[in-house]
């Protein structure tokens, strides 16, 4: 079992930046893969960003590539969303979330969910 703690969403104006946190309880968070996803009302979660227990191995979805960062520190149990340069269109809920298998950009593939920090860009 992995419980997810999202934090750090706020208020930016358009071109600045925001670090999210996702901290994990439980003994075998080295095992997972984590990933970022976020949400606008009437849309289906999106795919943001994935990283393997490694760390050295990373996916973007194609609209954040060289804007966003994800990393992770197995030691404090902790997986970080860096995002620069930030877009009115990047305005959503985002949601970290843990997997035991490979990454994935499905959602459904997800078995544990944080619950979700509200980013607002403003233009």
């Known amino acids: 079992q992995v419980q997810l703690v999202n934090s750090g969403g706020g208020f930016v104006q358009a071109g600045g930046s925001l670090r999210l946190s996702c901290a994990a309880s439980g003994r075998t968070f080295r095992d997972y893969v984590m990933a970022w996803f976020r949400q606008v009302p009437g849309k289906e979660r999106e795919f943001v960003a994935a990283?393997?227990?490694?760390?050295?191995?990373?996916y973007y979805a194609d609209s954040v590539k060289g804007r966003f960062t994800i990393s992770r520190d197995n030691a404090k149990k902790t997986v970080y969303l860096q995002m620069n340069s930030l877009k009115p269109e990047d305005t959503a809920v985002y949601y970290c979330?843990?997997?035991?298998?490979?990454?994935?950009?499905?959602?459904?593939?997800?078995?544990?969910w944080g619950q979700g920090t509200q980013v607002t860009v403003s233009s």
């Open positions: 979330a843990a997997d035991r298998g490979d990454p994935s950009e499905i959602a459904g593939r997800y078995d544990y």
């Open positions: 990283i393997r227990w490694s760390g050295t191995t990373t």
